[in-house]
């Protein structure tokens, strides 16, 4: 009978270690834990390392507004077109004809052009100051002469840049610098296409 009793009883606990084993359910994994949101302590990044940034141009065929836009894309700049209070007209700019107003302008010593504003708002925020125009007779285009005279650099870091189909950067930058000899003129850049590689290039070698 006791052996009867004990091979039952055997049988039994075989059973149950079966049932245990063949659910087919497995232990539960923990839970992982929730991500912990990276709660930064440093303020926000500012569009450039340089602070704000301007980038005044005059263009008079468009070429010089294309790379300024590229300029102010960079380095996250405000723009700020310079415009003549009497707008050139196609024919005013024709260099190569002595009856134009530009060229009149340059033969008779009177590049002096008004413009419709040179009060840029929020002035004071800046920290650097794009300056761009097309190269006319070996020189920056005069409607930025204007602006340049108005405005006080202190502070400032000042980067002109200009545009011309063959024509090089030569002295125009230290030109514009003597008419106003406010803020920290760096050297600048003359660009004969619209390349915006080669834009953006230049911008980031100035540690934007």
Known sequence: MKKILTILMSSMLLLGLTACGSTGKTEPKAAAAPAVQNKSTQPAATSNKKGKVLVAYYSASGTTKKVADIIAGVT?????????????????????????RVSKEHNNNARVVKLTTTTVPNWADYDTVFIGYPIWWGIAAWPVDDFVKANKFDGKKVIPFSTAASSGFGQSGKLLQQMNNTGTWVDGKCFHSTDKGEIESWVKSLGF
């Open 76 to 100: 996250g700049g405000t723009s700020f077109e310079l415009k003549p209070a009497e707008p050139y007209s196609n024919a005013d700019l024709d260099y190569n004809n002595s009856s134009s």
